[in-house]
């Protein structure tokens, strides 16, 4: 198994950027998908982005495309989230997910996840 750390989280104004950070322990990192997730008050989880093993690859939610980077350095076990131009929208509760899985787009999907950082953008 995998254990999940996220840090990163804090108060950002409306237009501006933070980079989320989840650090893995293992030494099979590269085995795992990777994907971020958040959760706002009173709504469902909701995915956000995936990563494939390699790195070679992203794909992430329509609500935060052209805004948000997923990147993944194997080598130090540690995926990152660059997020850019947030949004009042954005506020969240973001969880770090690992899956053993072909993809990770959905909760379903997720066998590890990360105990999670807050994200708040103010208007």
């Known amino acids: 198994q995998v254990q999940l750390v996220e840090s990163g989280g804090g108060l950002v104004q409306a237009g501006g950027s933070l980079r989320l950070s989840c650090a893995a322990s293992g030494r099979t990192f590269s085995s795992y998908r990777m994907g971020w997730f958040r959760q706002a008050p009173g709504k469902e989880r909701e995915f956000v982005a995936t990563i494939s093993r390699n790195g070679g690859s992203t794909y992430s939610a329509n609500s935060v495309k052209g805004r948000f980077t997923f990147s993944r350095d194997n080598a130090k076990n540690t995926v990152y989230l660059q997020m850019n131009s947030l949004k009042p929208e954005d506020t969240a509760i973001y969880y770090c997910?690992?899956?053993?899985?072909?993809?990770?787009?959905?909760?379903?999907?997720?066998?590890?996840w990360g105990q999670g950082t807050q994200v708040t953008v103010s208007s």
């Open positions: 997910a690992a899956g053993l899985g072909w993809d990770l787009r959905g909760p379903s999907d997720v066998n590890y």
